[in-house]
């Protein structure tokens, strides 16, 4: 530099003062200065380019393994809840444990560290996982709280965790099988949840749009104080009667709202470890059983609509009736000619069979597809049971039809059916969904006659009198109803000591506006020489349901005029 100074020096003129004139070298300096920031900027220009260029690039690529793949379980879903607001299902966060193995310095300390919190790790599992070398895989799902804390401080190296979303059910085993449940990934597999998603929430969350603030909560038609009474009702009676399952529903008549639906044994959604055992089954919409003699009302029901009976009719049920290799006996048989509402109250099979063959196979088998017994119920809820009937109807499968051997069906079914009897002959598809009784009259279909409805209501009214409905009997609410005590078929024969019971009662029958049916699976005595049938099984249970829920459904009690049977004009 000074060789250089000292050139400038020389070759610079001075002024008139003796000062050294730097003007050329000035502008040697400028001009490199100059250069030097055109091409810095060129330089960071050129940096700039490549990187945005780099990004565009990696935008218009797939996903790599480098870090946590995109997951639904980020998506929301909205709030399931009930009639009133009350809350069944929400979303709550959760972490889960990953890990990168591309920089996990130790696979064996790792799962030994892991192994101190998460002492259920497969080791081999997770130990192929760890020298996959891949950029990114689960270790665990859903952890808590405390073991998110502890693992952090074991100060593993390579592993993280990512903020997911799970749903959480308030109401646990109560609402299990209406509500439903999500797999480990937030998607609906079961109940209302899967309706949820097969009507759009699935391709929200794929596309990214399913935003919590957007999401509606989903209102269902059930009141979850009646659930649970529902619910603890069925469970009760399980251990009460010794019985393999059992279940309830109550149904809006008006609606066709379920206002309540339980199954036995059941599971907890918040952990369904036995979820999918083989006697987790809800037994109301997707269990198939011969209804016994609760089809009687569909049968006296059809016999008065056909025109060819009236309640002045008469049977005569003294003596069994063989076909083929089968005889229909009477279970408490009176020996004698019966009327129409004998037949009925004294729950006669020979009775029953006359009447059907009355309407003629045919007509028999159209009536319970009218009523939509026969037919695959449409729903919301997803696990609904087809039912089943003989390919090719005779003579044999409309007698034993008629006190309801032979045919399957759904026990949600049955009490729609006989929501139809009631409610001015109108069959009205069930809903978990909130309905009003003008939107319920718009999908309605006419079944049956005012005429027949009349002479329904009067017998479900007289059996709980005087027949063997008395057990369902509330002070007050003016049930009236019919028992079905069925032989189950073991080994393919039908057992007398196996038996499947149900209830099907309204209420309060001067002007219905409730069904309630209960169901009991194989329910043996409550105490040693006490009967097993419906009439002291599944009927107190549809007594305690209406006695405890009614309140709240707000039927107001009546007790002027307790079960008053007043018979009808034909």
């Not at 609402?175 to 949840?193: A, F, H, K, P, R």
């Not at 989903?218 to 399980?238: C, F, G, N, P, Y």
């Not at 196979?361 to 026969?374: A, D, P, T, Y």
Request: aromatic letters at 8%.
């Amino acid at each position: 530099m000074i060789g250089v100074l000292n050139k400038l020096l020389k070759r610079s003129p001075r002024s008139d003062n003796g000062s050294i004139v730097l003007d050329s070298a000035r502008k040697a300096t400028g001009g490199k200065t100059r250069t030097r920031v055109v091409m810095t900027m060129t330089v960071f220009f050129g940096i700039y380019i490549a990187i945005t260029g780099r990004l565009v690039w990696l935008g218009f690529q797939g996903p790599s393994d480098s870090g946590p793949p995109p997951s639904r379980v980020t998506a929301s879903r909205p709030d399931i809840v009930d009639r009133n607001g009350e809350v069944l299902a929400t979303d709550i966060r959760t972490s889960s444990l990953f890990a990168e193995p591309r920089h996990m310095v130790d696979a064996d300390e790792a799962i030994e560290k892991l192994a101190t919190v998460l002492p259920e790790i497969d080791y081999e599992q997770t130990y192929k996982k760890l020298k996959s070398g891949a950029g990114f895989v689960w270790l665990q799902r859903q952890l808590t709280p405390k073991q998110q804390s502890e693992i952090m401080q074991l100060g593993i190296p390579g592993i993280g965790f990512r903020t997911e979303k799970r749903r959480f059910y308030p109401a646990g085993e109560t609402t299990s099988y209406v509500v439903g449940l999500t797999n480990i990934d937030n998607q609906g597999i079961s109940g209302m949840e899967k309706y949820i998603d097969d009507q759009g929430l699935a391709d929200l969350q794929q596309s990214g749009l399913a935003v919590a603030r957007d999401l509606k909560p989903v209102k269902l038609s059930i009141d979850l104080r009646v659930q649970h009474i529902v619910r603890d009702e069925v469970a009760t009676a399980m251990e009460k009667y010794h019985a393999i399952a059992a279940g309830g529903v109550v149904l809006n008549i008006k609606t066709g709202e379920v206002m309540a639906m339980a199954s036995v044994p059941d599971f907890d959604p918040n952990n369904p470890y036995n979820a999918q055992e083989k006697d987790r089954l809800n037994r109301m919409s997707a269990g198939l059983y011969e209804m016994g003699s609760t089809f009687k009302s569909f049968t006296t029901a059809m016999a008065l609509d056909s025109g060819k009976v009236t309640m002045d009719s008469k049977f005569d049920a003294s003596r069994p009736i063989t076909i083929g290799r089968q005889t229909i006996r009477d279970f408490h048989g009176k020996g004698r000619v019966l009327s129409v509402p004998e037949v009925f109250i004294y729950s006669s099979n020979i009775g029953s069979a006359k009447e059907a063959d009355v309407v003629g196979i045919e007509g028999h088998r159209e009536f319970l597809h009218r009523l939509g017994v026969l037919e695959k119920m449409k729903t919301e809820l997803p696990e609904v049971a087809k039912p089943t009937e003989p390919k090719v109807w005779k003579k044999v499968h409309s007698i034993t039809a008629a006190f309801g051997h032979g045919i399957s069906t759904t026990p949600l079914q049955t009490a729609v059916g006989c929501a139809a009897l009631m409610n001015g002959g109108f069959l009205i598809q069930p809903t978990f969904l909130t309905r009003t009784a003008d939107q319920a009259m718009d999908v309605a279909k006419k079944v049956v006659s005012e005429k027949t409805v009349e002479g329904m209501r009067y017998l479900y009214t007289l059996n709980a009198e005087k027949g063997s409905g008395k057990n369902a009997r509330v002070a007050g609410y003016r049930v009236g109803g019919k028992t079905g005590t069925a032989e189950k078929v073991i080994n393919g024969r039908y057992s007398k000591d196996v038996r499947f019971n149900a209830f099907v009662a309204a209420f309060p029958m001067d002007d219905p506006q409730y069904i309630v049916l209960t169901i009991i699976d194989e329910p043996k005595p409550e105490k040693p020489g006490m009967g097993a049938t419906a009439g002291s099984n599944a009927a107190p249970m549809v007594a305690n349901i209406i006695r405890r829920s009614a309140p709240m459904l707000g039927v107001k009690p009546d007790f002027g005029q307790e079960n008053a049977a007043t018979m009808v004009s034909y």
